[in-house]
């Protein structure tokens, strides 16, 4: 089956800075994609590129293999970004009843309601009355109301309370169910890891790791010993233990990085050396992340 979505050497230039440098990739039918990395990683770039808001400096960008901004690709697609404008003066029934009209086959208003939770109270509200949490529920609604076969969601969950995030991810998992495309946006690790089937991973503009949560844990968190100690070690001399492959400091505490803990951690104890609350962790999507992008990683 033809891709949903593909990249193929994009790159997005602004003035002095390069915020996605020549990137590829291809999304299939039903998959749940976290795109995830620090701020500024070039996550919002990207997505804004596959929604047609921003032309790449090179590369192309094709959804249902054509250009972004053609009606065919737009009527099937849905996006909430991260500033929700809704029209103020209009009621949220009357946002979300305006928005159903623009497609020829919405989702009913009662599963849009049902999907994002909005109280009988709620839908009374004008929209310019809305909090945060509430004005993205709608920007919610508003992105499922054409029944989209692909969902894109930038930071969907910034300013959700707990209930409202959950409600969140249980209606990702329904899209999902339904077969529909999801690709979201996010630095919080646990979502990914949660709800993602694969995690495609930037930092500075570039795509560092792309797999399931499963693989780039495997990948990249070997387990790790790590210890605190009264006195320095040098980090060479950590280095030098045959089956170490990286060392760094975190939290005033040292992280040797092996597949091999307890052969390492005879070698620490064989060297004498003054360590001490010594933890062996493995496979944290947290510290995989970390490893990746963090300069603290000295090997
Ligand atoms: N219009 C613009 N003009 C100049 N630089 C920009 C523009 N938009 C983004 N950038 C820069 O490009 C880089 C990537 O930004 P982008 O918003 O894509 O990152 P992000 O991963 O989405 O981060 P965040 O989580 O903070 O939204 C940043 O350094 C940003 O300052």
């Given at each position: 089956?033809?891709p949903k979505i593909v990249l193929s050497n994009v790159k997005k230039a602004f ?177 990914a890891d949660d709800v993602a089937e694969r995690v495609i991973l930037f930092h ?90 963090d300069k603290r990683e000295v090997v």
């Amino acid at each position: 089956m033809e891709p949903k979505i593909v990249l193929s050497n994009v790159k997005k230039a602004f003035k002095n800075k390069t915020a996605v440098d020549t990137i590829s990739f291809s999304i299939h039918k039903g998959e749940v994609v976290a795109i995830l990395g620090a701020n500024g990683a070039g996550k919002t770039t990207t997505m804004m590129m596959m929604l047609g808001l921003l032309e790449p400096t090179s590369g192309t960008v094709q959804l249902f293999g054509k250009h972004p901004k053609e009606k065919y690709v737009r009527e099937r697609i849905g996006a909430m970004l991260q500033e929700v404008s809704v029209i103020d003066a209009l009621k949220v029934r009357e946002v979300i009843q305006l928005f159903r009209s623009y497609y020829t086959h919405p989702l009913s208003f009662e599963e849009l309601v049902d999907f994002t939770g909005f109280s009988k109270d709620e839908l009374q509200k004008r929209a310019n009355k809305l909090s945060g949490g509430q004005k993205r529920r709608l920007g919610f609604a508003l992105a499922l109301a054409g029944d989209p076969e692909v969902l894109f969601f930038d930071e969907p969950t910034v300013g959700l309370d707990v209930t409202s995030r959950k409600i969140f991810w249980d209606t990702v998992r329904e899209l999902k169910q339904r077969g529909k495309t999801v690709l979201f946006t996010t630095h919080y690790l646990q979502e990914a890891d949660d709800v993602a089937e694969r995690v495609i991973l930037f930092h500075e503009g570039k795509i560092i790791s792309d797999g399931t949560p499963k693989e780039i844990k495997t990948k990249l968190t070997k387990q790790s010993i790590s210890f605190t100690s009264d006195s320095t070690i040098g980090v060479e001399e950590l280095k030098e233990i045959p089956l170490v492959t990286g060392v760094f400091q975190k939290n005033e505490r040292t992280h040797v990085i092996t597949e091999h803990t307890d052969e390492v951690l005879g070698a620490l104890f064989a060297r004498n050396l003054p360590i001490r609350n010594i933890e062996i962790e493995r496979g944290r999507l947290e510290d995989a992340f970390e490893q990746l992008v963090d300069k603290r990683e000295v090997v």
